[in-house]
């Protein structure tokens, strides 16, 4: 340091070193002379500079209270906010709609033609075609002749049955031109009609609605099921199964039906959580 170089120095020296110091003072028009030098006793030993050190780090931490007391283990922690939720309808959309206990071809066959004739039934897993329309039709005149209260306890069967046969991948679009006639007969008529089979429900006509042949009874029937379950439903509904779909047109035709629905339902149903990322 400064202090051990002067302090080696004979007086001489230190004495020129003084002068040259009031001189510099002089010349930058200073009011005071500088403190004369000090020199450092070699007979006391110097603190550590690790001391030093620590003792300056105390002193900013302690302030002016005294040292730095750590928090008490007790005190209680600021609770922390819960991240904001990615998907804004995901109540809408997973609402009541878990599909339960699994339930087999076989069972559902059996509890279809507990509902429809047999033959009817049959027909609905025929290769053939025109046997498949056939057996649609017939369920649709069933439905149309039941009661509301029959209707409501068969939409659940008679949904999940016509979803597996003949199914959402028939190629044929009169088959499913009937399906879905038979589902919006179905949420028209049941007084309850639930919002597990609604999702069901959604989900075929979903996939289908960009097909231009069925393009008009998806859209009826989407209708139907918004006016039993509500349109923010659906909306949610088709949201989730459309968003992000493969084919570009299904995420449009699912667009332009909530366009529609919003005229027909008022502007209060949209959900702009979900419709605004």
């Known amino acids: 340091s400064v202090a051990r170089a002067i302090d080696e120095l004979d007086d001489a020296k230190k004495a020129k070193i003084e002068e040259m110091c009031v001189e510099n003072w002089g010349r930058d028009g200073g009011a005071t002379g500088p403190a004369p030098l000090q020199t450092r006793d070699p007979n006391v030993a110097s603190k550590p500079a690790a001391t030093l050190a620590a003792a300056k780090t105390a002193a900013s931490r302690g302030g002016v209270t005294g040292p730095l007391t750590r928090p008490s283990a007790a005190a209680p922690k600021r609770p922390v906010a819960a991240p904001p939720s990615v998907v804004g309808s995901s109540s809408e959309a997973d609402a009541d709609v878990a599909e339960g206990a699994p339930v087999s071809k076989e069972e559902l066959v059996e509890r279809a033609s507990r509902l429809y004739a047999a033959d009817a039934v049959t027909k609905l897993q025929s290769s053939n075609w025109k046997e498949r329309v056939e057996g649609v039709a017939?369920?649709?005149?069933?439905?149309?002749?039941?009661?509301?209260?029959?209707?409501?306890?068969?939409?659940?069967?008679?949904?999940?049955?016509?979803?597996?046969?003949?199914?959402?991948?028939?190629?044929?679009?009169?088959?499913?031109?009937?399906?879905?006639?038979?589902?919006?007969?179905?949420?028209?008529?049941?007084?309850?009609?639930?919002?597990?089979?609604?999702?069901?429900?959604?989900?075929?006509?979903?996939?289908?609605?960009?097909?231009?042949?069925?393009?008009?009874?998806?859209?009826?029937?989407?209708?139907?099921?918004?006016?039993?379950?509500?349109?923010?439903?659906?909306?949610?509904?088709?949201?989730?199964?459309?968003?992000?779909?493969?084919?570009?047109?299904?995420?449009?035709?699912?667009?332009?039906?909530?366009?529609?629905?919003?005229?027909?339902?008022?502007?209060?149903?949209?959900?702009?959580?979900?419709?605004?990322?």
């Open 138 to 277: 017939a369920v649709a005149v069933a439905v149309d002749a039941m009661s509301d209260e029959d209707a409501g306890a068969a939409a659940g069967d008679t949904i999940r049955a016509l979803a597996l046969f003949p199914g959402f991948d028939d190629k044929v679009f009169q088959v499913l031109a009937k399906v879905f006639e038979v589902f919006g007969s179905l949420a028209a008529k049941a007084p309850k009609f639930s919002k597990r089979d609604g999702a069901i429900a959604v989900q075929g006509l979903a996939e289908k609605i960009a097909d231009v042949k069925l393009r008009a009874p998806a859209s009826a029937a989407l209708t139907a099921v918004a006016e039993a379950l509500g349109p923010k439903f659906v909306m949610a509904q088709l949201h989730k199964r459309t968003a992000s779909h493969k084919n570009p047109k299904v995420t449009a035709e699912s667009l332009l039906w909530c366009a529609g629905a919003v005229e027909e339902f008022t502007v209060a149903v949209v959900d702009v959580s979900f419709v605004i990322p």
